[in-house]
């Protein structure tokens, strides 16, 4: 799939027109046309024109872009903006975090050549002071990015990887004379970030599907190529092993190739003391007879085991609770009730609320909540007061319709209120008192002290209308690392005030990580899992949130958006209720 590349294109070009002080409005448009491509579910190889211009923010001239670089890898504009800018100053603009004002100041300073200086000056100290707003916590950032951009070459966020290795099955399913055929590795235990794309599949002919799958217009790279097994590099830079194996080991192979290592190591260390050997080709007694191996399940019977979920398997006592009989009830997709964290076009969404609903509904969902941003956030177009009662009266209306219809689905009234720099949230108690649903959020202010950014999430989450911390850690993976914040402290006060922490959908963010929710979860902390949707397509990032959740094996009961919108509401208000008692 190309999106990435086109999100890529985009977002590059609105970073030199910025740095050429080009009119901010086209700067937003690029901005935005990135977020909802590489977000889009649909290969936009495949669209035509017309269809192109039906995706939300895509005009005539965008579409015109999107099958130019369909067509030739890039586009005139994109590639006139790069001659303007000078090839250093361009490589300054790859480095995460670092913004295309700070990067013109640099390279007008220092002329930088490659990233090896500007990483040589941020060590030694020289960017401090050399350039205004330029401190040490800056070169430290900038450390970090120049850290992140070396790891982007090597393993790449979920939500980069995953549509890539699906669209790669869909081609060997419809091609390749496969008959089981999996996604393995890291990328099936859904770990956030992938080193490459693993798949495992059975065959009459290994030799006619090696063919096919080195054949493929994705691949840009045949690195190995044999009778079982081959490894490509894809057009987005991904490489892909495909191994084919026996019918009567590709339960054991899959169980092998899934990992982890170290969960592996628990297995067969369990076999060897049964007088088993168990490996990727089957499960072999004492005699060295193969006796399973078919399916997955086998390798976890003959060890007494019920079979652990892929997404536990990372050696972290989910061995220890298989024995046990006490592996978690994992929460699953099915069991989410609505999506709590979502955009509409009054701000800086691409649909209507009425769309929403009824796309919401379509999902079997029992109520979505309403969150625009509140007025700090310009650039998304936040509310200020008069637009956020305005966009209520809305919602009262549309609640008003379904009861009347008699249709079982709320509408919650809601909002992303900024936490300010200065801790302050962006509304008054007033305003937030009449919202069914406040999210709590930071956007600014990121290179903050630890104390200041953990003191500004502590007050917000002691307001008392205050639902949901959301994406409490302010990361984008592969692009900016997390603020510094005393997650501990973060997570005592939400436990003190029963406000619930997010588990933010989005694959750029994917926040909270699956650690920190295992901690919440054992702190009796309440949890949601929000698309933060913007467009109606980002309703099915669920899975990745609920995948997070399955890692830090979060139960339905853990997770307050899996309850009935009545239920929902008191585990959400019973710090409001607590407050209106004690007032």
Sequence with gaps: MINSEAARIFSGLADMLELSGENPFRIRAYRRAAMVVEGYPNDI????????????????????????????????????????????????????GLGPKTARAIYDKFRIKDISELEKLAMEHRLK???????????????????????????R????????????????????????????????????????IDILATSRDPAKVMDVFTGLSMVRQVVAKGETKSTVILSEGFQ????????????????????????????????????LKINEYGIFDKKGEKIGGTKEEDVYRVLGLPVVPPELREDSGEIEAALKGSLPQLVRVEDIKGDLHVHSKLSDG??????????????????????????????????????????????????????????????????????????????????LSRLDIVNASIHSGFRQAEEKITGRIKAALRNPFVTTLSHPTGRLLGEREAYRVDMEEVLKTAQETGTAIEINSFPARLDLNDTTARKARDMGIPIVINTDAHILDHFSYMSYGVAIARRAWLEPKNIANTL????????LHKKRLISLKTS
């Design 45 to 96: 190889s495949r669209m035509s024109k017309e269809e192109l211009k039906k995706i939300p923010g895509i005009g005539e001239d965008l579409a015109s872009k999107l099958i130019e670089i369909v067509q030739t890898g890039t586009c005139k504009a994109y590639e006139a903006a790069r001659q303007r800018i000078p090839e250093g100053l361009s490589l300054l603009l790859t480095v995460p």
């Design 350 to 431: 691409s649909y209507s609320i009425e769309e929403i609903v009824q796309a919401a509904m379509k999902r079997g969902w029992s109520y979505v909540a309403i969150t625009d941003h509140s007025k700090g956030l310009g650039i998304a177009r936040g509310l200020d007061q008069e637009r956020l009662l305005e966009e209520i009266k809305q919602i009262d209306a549309i609640n008003g319709k379904l009861k009347r219809n008699k249709t079982p689905f709320a509408v919650l009234k809601g909002v992303e209120v900024d936490i300010r720099s200065d801790g302050a949230l962006d509304f008054p108690d007033e305003i």
């Design 240 to 275: 892909a092993d495909l191994r084919v194996v026996e019918d009567d080991a590709f339960g054991a192979a899959l169980c092998y190739f899934t990992g982890s290592k170290e969960h592996n190591i628990r297995l067969r260390e369990m076999g060897v003391k049964k007088g």
């Design 157 to 196: 966020p979920i939500g980069q990887v995953l549509p890539v290795a699906q669209a790669l099955i869909s081609a060997l399913r419809a091609r390749a004379p496969v008959r089981q055929l999996e996604i393995a590795g890291s990328l099936r235990r859904w770990k956030e970030t992938i080193g490459d």
């Design 564 to 571: 009935s919108f009545k239920e929902m509401l008191e585990v």
């Design 129 to 155: 002071g050399a350039i205004p707003k330029i401190k040490e916590k800056t070169e430290q950032n900038i450390l970090r990015g120049i850290g992140l951009a070396r790891m982007g070459t090597g393993r």
